[in-house]
């Protein structure tokens, strides 16, 4: 038996006792009796929690008991059901922006943007908190230097080792240079060596007088880097102290780890005499006196070593002590759900995320958007020249591919705006998970969708614009208000981006899209006028198909490309108009559920 040389059991009380220092007044977080229900699941359970501004907090608990809720709320992108929560002075619930435009948050997952480069995640990341162009770009080589990752700037985030990606998510929480900081397991899946610079980084950020909050299961890392912590349990917190005063207070000073006895066997009597813990098929044993327990214990010839006794040690008793809840009996009430602020949508916040969707645009376009533009061009050249050569243009008072043309146009812009809003926003969504990154910035829900929206409708003007550029050049534009078909069409396209971000909003796998596009979008494109006049179609089907938005839009085209009847083109886009304010608000709200709960 032997005991570390770095104890000294005569001055035990000194190494444990602790400097009293006055209490801050001032708090980063105020939260109290905080609850919060996903479903039928009880996640936070009366929790109260109090963070001196400059401090460093950690919390932990098994898995379940109600951490990354918790982390969420204070965060401001979920809100309590019950309680009041107040970070850095502002009412989370009531005043989210206030709250996130002066924190950082590390998610435990990587939620960067691997659609854009290194340094344009951390420059995007500053427009979300507001900062210029010029402001933002320079902040972001300032992180890359302080998180050693300049040589990778222009890398792609996915082709950085585990540590580099965490330090990556480190930069883009203090873009905005944050008050507080809130790291959601921050040293998963990091090496020794990896945790190590991340504890480093950490220190010296709390240095500047940050205050940091930090979820983890690695005991090392709360005693290295916080002054406080808070256990969780189902919910509800068992023990709220300083990591050493929590040891104290919970088990002896000094402990030694053997195997345990098998089933049936008995503890050994040195053993028996004192407060014990089996964990797993270890039996930790625990004495005031390291000495002591050194002189007892029968160990067999082997050779454990006594040690003072850990936070993970003072964990495992209180997992494995009966819990103070109240007995069960018949649940109370559930108290009327405390509504997070729902902020209209910002123009200037939703310009920052359509500037995001710019900035990829100008990287992908020769091999994701160009193509594009020859789809309408080959179904005229295809339906209105080649088959029109066999339809005898008489009856529809010009040549077939002068009646297809300015159908596809309105095609166009149905599709132009709608495939942005639909699988795009769904991987960014479900999968990349980039939106859950935005929303911790003042960005929220509805300024995502507006910005895509935005986007979605610059997609459609400029896929209208060269689409008219090819079929004037070809002699199929003869109407001298042809030019007014792109700017007109945009209500359409704005309706079909709605439909199909509601849609987004809706579905949860990605395969769902084939009923979106397969017995909606296609149909529609048969049905609507394009190929042929709507007149021809049996009496039921006829009504549905000129009720479709498509089918006002096939018509506004040709109205000012083919006719430059003016008075019929004003009432289809009246038509188009209107159906577009009907759904735009469920459009800017349709992404809520999925971020704010």
Same mark, same amino acid.
């Given at each position: 038996?032997?005991?570390?040389?770095?104890?000294?059991?005569?001055?035990?009380?000194?190494?444990?006792?602790?400097?009293l220092?006055p209490?801050p007044?001032?708090?980063?977080?105020d939260?109290?009796d905080?609850?919060?229900r996903h479903?039928?699941?009880?996640?936070?359970?009366?929790?109260?929690?109090?963070i001196p /501004?400059g401090?460093?907090?950690?919390?932990?608990?098994?898995?379940?008991?109600?951490?990354?809720?918790?982390m969420?709320?204070?965060?401001?992108?979920?809100?309590?059901d019950?309680?009041?929560?107040?970070?850095?002075?502002?009412d989370a619930?009531?005043?989210?922006?206030?709250?996130?435009?002066?924190i950082?948050?590390?998610?435990?997952g990587?939620?960067?943007?691997?659609?854009?480069?290194?340094?344009?995640?951390?420059?995007t990341?500053?427009?979300?908190?507001?900062?210029s162009?010029?402001?933002?770009?320079?902040?972001?080589?300032?992180?890359?230097?302080?998180?050693?990752?300049?040589?990778?700037?222009?890398?792609r985030?996915?082709?950085?080792?585990?540590?580099?990606?965490?330090?990556l998510?480190?930069?883009?929480?203090?873009?905005?240079d944050?008050?507080?900081?809130?790291?959601?397991?921050?040293?998963?899946g990091?090496?020794?060596? @990896?945790?190590?610079?991340?504890?480093d980084?950490?220190?010296?950020?709390?240095?500047?007088?940050k205050?940091?909050v930090?979820?983890?299961?690695?005991?090392?890392?709360?005693?290295?880097?916080?002054?406080?912590?808070?256990?969780?349990? $189902? @919910?509800?917190?068992?023990?709220?102290?300083?990591?050493?005063?929590?040891?104290?207070?919970?088990?002896p000073r000094?402990?030694?780890?053997?195997?345990?006895?098998?089933p049936?066997?008995?503890?050994? $009597?040195?053993?028996r005499r004192?407060?014990?813990?089996?964990?797993?098929?270890?039996?930790?044993?625990?004495?005031?006196s390291?000495?002591?327990l050194?002189?007892?214990?029968?160990?067999?010839?082997?050779?454990?070593?006594?040690?003072?006794s850990?936070?993970?040690?003072?964990?495992?008793?209180?997992?494995q002590?009966?819990?103070?809840?109240?007995?069960?009996?018949?649940?109370?009430?559930?108290?009327?759900?405390?509504?997070?602020?729902l902020?209209?949508?910002?123009?200037?916040?939703?310009?920052?995320?359509w500037?995001?969707?710019?900035?990829?645009?100008?990287?992908?376009?020769?091999?994701?958007?160009?193509?594009?533009?020859f789809?309408?061009?080959?179904?005229?050249?295809?339906?209105g020249?080649?088959?029109?050569?066999?339809?005898?243009g008489?009856?529809?008072?010009?040549?077939?591919?002068? +009646?297809?043309?300015?159908?596809l146009?309105?095609?166009?812009?149905?599709?132009?705006a709608?495939f942005?809003?639909t699988?795009?926003?769904?991987v960014?969504?479900?999968?990349?998970?980039?939106y859950? $990154?935005?929303?911790t910035?003042?960005?929220?829900?509805?300024?995502? $969708?507006l910005?895509e929206?935005?986007?979605?409708?610059?997609r459609?003007?400029?896929?209208?614009g060269?689409?008219?550029?090819?079929?004037?050049a070809?002699?199929?534009?003869?109407?001298?208000?042809?030019?007014?078909?792109?700017?007109?069409?945009?209500?359409?396209?704005?309706?079909?981006a709605?439909?199909?971000?509601i +849609?987004?909003?809706?579905?949860?796998?990605?395969?769902?899209?084939?009923? +979106?596009?397969?017995?909606?979008?296609?149909?529609?494109?048969?049905?609507s006028?394009? +190929?042929?006049p709507?007149?021809?179609?049996? /009496?039921?089907?006829?009504?549905?198909a000129e009720?479709?938005?498509?089918?006002?839009?096939?018509?506004?085209?040709?109205?000012?490309?083919?006719?430059?009847d003016?008075?019929?083109?004003?009432?289809?886009?009246?038509?188009?108009?209107?159906?577009?304010?009907?759904?735009?608000?469920p459009?800017?709200?349709?992404?809520?559920?999925h971020?704010c709960?």
């Amino acid at each position: 038996m032997s005991i570390p040389n770095s104890v000294d059991p005569a001055n035990a009380d000194t190494a444990l006792a602790e400097p009293l220092v006055p209490v801050p007044r001032l708090l980063a977080v105020d939260g109290r009796d905080l609850r919060r229900r996903h479903g039928a699941h009880l996640a936070v359970d009366g929790v109260s929690i109090a963070i001196p /501004a400059g401090g460093r907090h950690g919390l932990v608990g098994p898995n379940g008991a109600g951490k990354t809720t918790l982390m969420r709320m204070l965060s401001a992108t979920l809100a309590p059901d019950s309680g009041s929560l107040r970070v850095l002075g502002h009412d989370a619930a009531r005043d989210p922006r206030a709250v996130k435009a002066r924190i950082g948050v590390v998610p435990q997952g990587m939620t960067y943007d691997n659609e854009i480069l290194v340094r344009e995640n951390l420059t995007t990341f500053g427009r979300y908190h507001g900062l210029s162009g010029r402001a933002s770009a320079a902040r972001a080589d300032e992180l890359l230097a302080t998180v050693g990752l300049t040589a990778y700037a222009r890398a792609r985030p996915e082709t950085l080792s585990g540590g580099m990606q965490r330090r990556l998510l480190i930069a883009r929480a203090l873009v905005n240079d944050p008050d507080l900081i809130l790291l959601d397991e921050p040293s998963t899946g990091l090496d020794p060596e @990896g945790r190590l610079l991340l504890w480093d980084l950490l220190d010296t950020l709390c240095a500047t007088g940050k205050t940091l909050v930090v979820t983890t299961h690695y005991m090392e890392e709360v005693e290295r880097l916080c002054d406080g912590v808070t256990v969780l349990r $189902a @919910g509800r917190v068992r023990h709220t102290a300083s990591p050493r005063r929590l040891v104290a207070e919970t088990v002896p000073r000094y402990v030694v780890e053997v195997d345990a006895p098998r089933p049936g066997s008995p503890v050994p $009597a040195w053993a028996r005499r004192r407060e014990r813990l089996r964990v797993g098929n270890r039996l930790l044993v625990f004495d005031d006196s390291a000495t002591g327990l050194a002189a007892e214990a029968d160990l067999q010839g082997s050779e454990p070593m006594v040690r003072p006794s850990s936070l993970q040690d003072a964990l495992h008793a209180l997992d494995q002590r009966p819990s103070a809840d109240p007995p069960a009996g018949r649940p109370a009430p559930a108290a009327p759900r405390r509504r997070r602020t729902l902020y209209p949508p910002s123009p200037a916040l939703a310009a920052r995320i359509w500037w995001r969707d710019l900035t990829l645009f100008r990287k992908s376009y020769k091999t994701t958007i160009v193509p594009n533009f020859f789809e309408p061009v080959f179904s005229l050249a295809a339906l209105g020249i080649g088959l029109g050569f066999y339809v005898n243009g008489s009856a529809l008072g010009s040549s077939y591919a002068n +009646f297809v043309a300015p159908g596809l146009l309105a095609v166009t812009a149905m599709n132009g705006a709608v495939f942005e809003v639909t699988y795009n926003v769904f991987v960014r969504l479900r999968h990349a998970r980039s939106y859950d $990154a935005a929303v911790t910035s003042p960005v929220e829900p509805a300024d995502i $969708a507006l910005g895509e929206l935005m986007w979605a409708l610059t997609r459609c003007l400029v896929y209208t614009g060269v689409y008219l550029a090819i079929i004037a050049a070809m002699g199929y534009a003869p109407a001298g208000t042809a030019v007014l078909a792109v700017p007109a069409l945009l209500p359409l396209g704005l309706v079909f981006a709605c439909a199909g971000l509601i +849609f987004t909003g809706t579905v949860r796998a990605i395969n769902a899209y084939s009923y +979106f596009y397969t017995l909606v979008l296609t149909p529609l494109t048969l049905l609507s006028g394009v +190929f042929f006049p709507t007149a021809r179609l049996p /009496a039921p089907l006829r009504a549905v198909a000129e009720a479709s938005p498509l089918r006002h839009g096939v018509e506004l085209a040709r109205a000012l490309v083919t006719t430059g009847d003016l008075r019929a083109a004003a009432g289809h886009l009246a038509w188009l108009t209107g159906i577009s304010l009907v759904l735009i608000g469920p459009a800017l709200y349709s992404l809520r559920r999925h971020l704010c709960s």
